[in-house]
């Protein structure tokens, strides 16, 4: 029984497919189909799918959110910046989760967690509405007491953890980071919300991720769609699995 759960990111899948058909009409129907992917992620025994609808479009498409509405046995997680335009889509689609991040035009993926203290009173508003709809709010923050104690205040159901910063880092500053990571879980189990991780967890670092407490569900994406590159979809979401048991 892994008590881990996976959500596979599948926004390179949709990367891929725009580096050749951007701007095509029906690109939603261009290989690699991303509704294949997750079905055979799920397949592999992935938990989860989960995708970013960025303002800018540039993987995944408002099609694609509709397919994998309509195709998916596991559950949706919808990532999204607090935009009124991405917040109706969100409604419209109506996924088991939202996690709410930071977006930012000029960055290459989703960098820093989003500041659920300074933004309070604009996301609040969007939080509501979620709530009101039955979808569960996830907001994606740095492992950090203030930012889980704003998010409680937000209605969250739950938080995703950034682990970016442990990811990118060696030695003493990866421990140092490790070590925040397990705090937050700690703290953010204790005040009632489940506990998600995610952004740049690996083959390797999942090693030590896995034995962070109170950890429920990881969200991975790069790592899994470089594996499949190599060994299949089926197979690297597979490897991660086993590779999230607790040894
Ligand atoms: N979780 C969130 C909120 C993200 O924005 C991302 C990156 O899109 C991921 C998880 C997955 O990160 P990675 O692709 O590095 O595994």
Same mark, same amino acid.
């Given at each position: 029984?892994?008590?881990? +759960?996976?959500?596979?990111?599948?926004?390179? $899948?949709? !990367?891929?497919?725009? #580096?050749?058909?951007?701007?095509?009409?029906?690109?939603?129907?261009?290989?690699?189909?991303?509704? $294949?992917?997750?079905? #055979?992620?799920?397949?592999?025994?992935?938990?989860?799918?989960?995708?970013?609808?960025?303002?800018?479009?540039?993987?995944?498409?408002?099609?694609?959110?509709?397919?994998?509405?309509?195709?998916?046995?596991?559950?949706?997680?919808?990532?999204?910046?607090?935009?009124?335009?991405?917040?109706?889509?969100?409604? +419209?689609?109506?996924? %088991?989760?939202?996690?709410?991040?930071? %977006?930012?035009?000029?960055?290459? @993926? @989703?960098?820093?967690?989003?500041?659920?203290? /300074?933004? =309070?009173?604009?996301?609040?508003?969007?939080?509501?509405?979620?709530?009101?709809?039955?979808?569960?709010?996830?907001? =994606?923050?740095?492992?950090?007491?203030?930012?889980?104690?704003?998010? $409680?205040?937000?209605?969250?159901?739950?938080?995703?953890?950034? @682990?970016?910063? =442990?990811?990118? !880092? /060696?030695?003493?500053?990866?421990?140092? %980071?490790?070590?925040?990571?397990?705090?937050?879980?700690?703290?953010?189990?204790?005040?009632?919300?489940?506990?998600?991780?995610?952004?740049?967890?690996?083959?390797?670092?999942?090693?030590?991720? +896995?034995?962070?407490?109170? /950890?429920?569900? /990881?969200?991975?994406?790069?790592?899994?769609?470089?594996?499949?590159? =190599?060994?299949?979809? %089926?197979?690297?979401?597979?490897?991660?699995?086993?590779?999230?048991?607790?040894?």
């Amino acid at each position: 029984m892994n008590a881990l +759960r996976l959500g596979v990111n599948i926004d390179h $899948v949709a !990367t891929l497919r725009q #580096a050749r058909y951007t701007g095509m009409p029906g690109s939603h129907n261009c290989e690699p189909d991303v509704v $294949v992917a997750a079905l #055979a992620c799920e397949r592999a025994g992935a938990h989860g799918i989960t995708v970013h609808l960025r303002a800018d479009r540039r993987h995944i498409q408002d099609e694609d959110v509709f397919r994998l509405r309509k195709s998916l046995t596991t559950k949706l997680n919808l990532e999204m910046g607090n935009t009124p335009e991405i917040l109706e889509i969100a409604l +419209r689609i109506q996924p %088991e989760d939202v996690c709410l991040v930071p %977006e930012n035009r000029r960055e290459v @993926t @989703t960098e820093g967690g989003l500041d659920v203290v /300074l933004q =309070f009173d604009a996301l609040a508003p969007t939080a509501k509405r979620l709530n009101a709809a039955g979808i569960r709010i996830s907001p =994606f923050i740095e492992p950090d007491a203030a930012q889980i104690d704003a998010s $409680v205040a937000l209605g969250a159901h739950s938080v995703e953890l950034h @682990t970016g910063a =442990f990811a990118n !880092t /060696l030695g003493e500053a990866h421990q140092r %980071e490790l070590a925040r990571i397990r705090e937050a879980a700690a703290y953010a189990h204790g005040r009632g919300l489940q506990v998600n991780a995610g952004h740049g967890i690996n083959y390797t670092n999942i090693a030590e991720i +896995r034995e962070v407490p109170h /950890l429920s569900e /990881l969200n991975i994406g790069h790592s899994i769609v470089c594996r499949a590159i =190599f060994v299949g979809l %089926e197979a690297a979401v597979a490897e991660m699995l086993a590779a999230m048991q607790k040894k």
